[in-house]
C-alpha cells in the first residue's frame, strides 16, 4: 500500500519505519530535516509539503504535537485536504481535543474524506517495538479498514466509537496515569521518611491492593524497577512536558462538558510546577522529587 506518512518525531519515526518494514510504501514529510534524512535511507520517499505527500496516497497517516499541527497540517493551503483524493482514509495518531479532530474530520467529509482519530499509549518503546494500543474513533467500516494496517504497530487496536471516541479514552486514562504516579509517589515518599525500607514497601504495594502500572512497573523511586525511568536518571521515558500536555486537555475538555475532575487539576497543578522548575523533560515519574527532601 502507497502510505502518505506526515510526522516523524519521537513516536511517528519508529512508527513509520514498522510500516516500511511491513512492505508499505511510504511518502513523508516532516519539518524535522534529520528526521526526513533518516527515513530516506530507511527507503521512504521524501516530500516537499503534505499536500505532496498525499498524492497518489491510498491511506494518510498523521502524528503530530498538538492540536495547532493538526490543523495546519489538514487545513493550510498546502495541507492534507489540499491534495488528497476523494474517498481516500485518513487516520490522525496524535493526541489531541477531541472537539479539533471532529471539527477537522467534518471538513474532511465535506470532499469525501473519512477521518479517524487513533492516539496511541505504549510511549516510544512501544513505538519501536510495534506494540502500542490504538484507540480508535471512526466508523466500523472505517475502523475495518484501517485495523490491519495499525496492527503492524502495534498490538492492541481498541474501537471506541465514532470519532473523536479515542481522544476521548486516551486523555481520560493519561489524566487517570497521572494522577496515580502523583499518588505512588507520595507513598513511597512518605514511606521513606517514616523509616521503612523503599523495596519492602514497593513489594507490599504490588502484592496490595495499592498497586498499579505505576508502582508495578513504572515506580517513580529509584532502584525499585531496573527498568523503570527512576532507575536511569528519569530519561528515556513519558516527559514530564507531554503529561503536562495531556492533563491539560483533559482538563479543558472537562470544563466544556462542566464535569468535577478535582484530583486531575491537581494533578496538572503539579505537574505545571514541575516545568516551571525545569524538569519537565525530565520522566512524568519524576513528580516524586516534589516530595523528597533535596539530595
Aim: glycine share 12%.
Amino acid at each position: 500500500m502507497l502510505i502518505a506518512f506526515i510526522g516523524l518525531g519521537n513516536m511517528g519515526a519508529p512508527m513509520a519505519r514498522n510500516l516500511l518494514a511491513a512492505g508499505h510504501a511510504l511518502r513523508v514529510f516532516d519539518v524535522n530535516e534529520a528526521a526526513l534524512g533518516a527515513a530516506a535511507e530507511q527507503g521512504a520517499k521524501i516530500c516537499t509539503s503534505p499536500k505532496d505527500a498525499v498524492l497518489e496516497a491510498e491511506l494518510v497517516i498523521t502524528m503530530l504535537p498538538a492540536a495547532a499541527h493538526v490543523r495546519s497540517v489538514y487545513l493550510n493551503a498546502d495541507g492534507v485536504l489540499a491534495g488528497i483524493a476523494r474517498g481516500v482514509p485518513a487516520v490522525d495518531c496524535s493526541t489531541i481535543d477531541p472537539a479539533t479532530v471532529r471539527e477537522v474530520a467534518a471538513k474532511a467529509a465535506a470532499q469525501g474524506v473519512r477521518l479517524a482519530d487513533a492516539p496511541v499509549s505504549g510511549g516510544t518503546g512501544g513505538a519501536q517495538a510495534g506494540t502500542l494500543t490504538f484507540m480508535v474513533g471512526a466508523s466500523a467500516e472505517l475502523f475495518a479498514q484501517l485495523q490491519p494496517v495499525l496492527a503492524q504497530m502495534g498490538r492492541n487496536i481498541v474501537h471506541c466509537g465514532d470519532v473523536g471516541t479515542g481522544q476521548i479514552a486516551k486523555i481520560c486514562n493519561n489524566m487517570l496515569l497521572g494522577i496515580s504516579m502523583i499518588g505512588v509517589s507520595e507513598a513511597m515518599a512518605l514511606g521513606a521518611a517514616l523509616g521503612i525500607d523503599t523495596g519492602v514497601l514497593a513489594g507490599v504495594i504490588n502484592s496490595s491492593t495499592g498497586r498499579c502500572w505505576s508502582s508495578d512497573t513504572c515506580n517513580p523511586w529509584p532502584g525499585i524497577v531496573e527498568t523503570a525511568p527512576a532507575s536511569r536518571g528519569y530519561t528515556g521515558g513519558f516527559g514530564a512536558e507531554l503529561m503536562l500536555k495531556d492533563l491539560g486537555l483533559a482538563t479543558e475538555a472537562a470544563r466544556q462538558a462542566r464535569q468535577p475532575v478535582i484530583l486531575g487539576a491537581v494533578a496538572q497543578q503539579l505537574f505545571q510546577a514541575m516545568s516551571l522548575r525545569g524538569e519537565g523533560g525530565k520522566d512524568f515519574s519524576a513528580i516524586v522529587d516534589s516530595y523528597r527532601k533535596p539530595r
